[in-house]
């Protein structure tokens, strides 16, 4: 669940910073990440077209349970919002919402998530690309004050 919380949040950040500057883009992602545990395999797809933004994805894990986000969001004068949802493979949905703000190249973004159970998780990151690639370092804190610090790096292949 933590790797499509982290694509949706990478998603935001780039689909938002994107979207704010053209008319229409669409995007899409395929991956995999491998663990000690397993290997999950994620894809997503979005497009923006005049500062909104939408997308939607899925993670299915090593075991074979699948994870689907989707989500929307809007730009104006440098600030993006947005709202989402993430629903688990026992059909349980947390919601999210969040603020970016791009300056220079380097986006900032902070968010929280509440889960079916009402407890809500924080988050804090920023993201800086240059010449197609990514870099998203940030921090998470969980609803009972424990926390998680993060690093993603991506290529970006926009269509």
């Known amino acids: 669940m933590h790797k499509i ?13 994107a979207g704010a500057e053209a008319q229409a883009r669409g995007w899409t992602h395929q991956g995999t990440t491998t663990t000690p545990r397993g290997t999950t395999t994620s894809n ?6 005049g500062g909104a933004c939408s997308w ?4 299915t894990g090593p075991r074979g349970n699948t994870v ?6 809007s730009c104006a004068d440098g600030h993006c919002s947005s709202t989402g949802a993430v629903t688990g493979p ?6 999210r919402q969040g603020s ?3 300056a220079g190249g380097t986006c900032n973004s902070t ?14 990151d920023t993201t800086s690309c240059a010449d197609g690639h990514c870099s998203t370092t940030g921090s998470w804190t969980g609803p009972n004050a424990g926390a998680a610090n993060r690093s993603i790096s991506s290529a ?4």
Do not use: D, F, M
């Open 5 to 17: 919380l982290a694509l949706s949040a990478l998603a935001l950040t780039l689909s938002l910073a």
């Open 44 to 49: 997503g797809s979005g497009s923006c077209s």
């Open 56 to 59: 939607r994805g899925s993670a």
């Open 68 to 73: 689907t986000h989707q989500g929307s969001g």
């Open 90 to 95: 026992n059909g349980k949905v947390a919601t």
């Open 100 to 102: 970016t703000s791009c």
């Open 111 to 124: 968010g929280s998530w509440t889960g079916p159970n009402g407890k809500t998780a924080t988050r804090q």
């Open 156 to 159: 970006v292949t926009p269509n």
